[in-house]
């Protein structure tokens, strides 16, 4: 079993920067795919970036893709969500989550463990 815990969020102004955390426990992030999803008031949960064994295998939703990067660190047992260009429309709950396998990646419903979640508010 694995507990995740999600930190780094916060209160940014539109283009501005936030850097996620995800620490794990309970056994190594090395033979699990991780996501990130996030949920935003009256939304349903949606998927944001996965990534794979390494981070040579990263996916990443459209409207994301240039401004977000998922990365891991094994050793750290640590996944890291890097967001740039921040927009209004990306503030929500941010969750981390695990999933043994590669099919699904981009389905919540395929994850088998999840963190509570790191709020995101960005100001216009």
């Known amino acids: 079993q694995v507990q995740l815990i999600e930190s780094g969020g916060g209160s940014v102004q539109a283009g501005g920067s936030l850097r996620l955390s995800c620490a794990a426990s309970?056994?190594?992030?090395?033979?699990?795919?991780m996501g990130w999803f996030r949920q935003a008031p009256g939304k349903e949960r949606e998927f944001v970036a996965a990534?794979?064994?390494?981070?040579?295998?990263?996916y990443y939703a459209d409207s994301v893709k240039g401004r977000f990067t998922i990365s891991r660190d094994n050793a750290k047992n640590t996944l890291y969500l890097q967001m740039n260009t921040l927009k209004p429309e990306d503030t929500a709950l941010y969750y981390c989550?695990?999933?043994?396998?590669?099919?699904?990646?981009?389905?919540?419903?395929?994850?088998?463990?999840w963190g509570q979640g790191t709020q995101v508010t960005v100001s216009s």
């Open positions: 990534s794979m064994y390494s981070e040579r295998s990263a």
């Open positions: 989550a695990a999933k043994s396998g590669d099919y699904g990646l981009r389905l919540s419903g395929k994850y088998d463990y």
């Open positions: 309970g056994r190594t992030i090395s033979t699990y795919a």
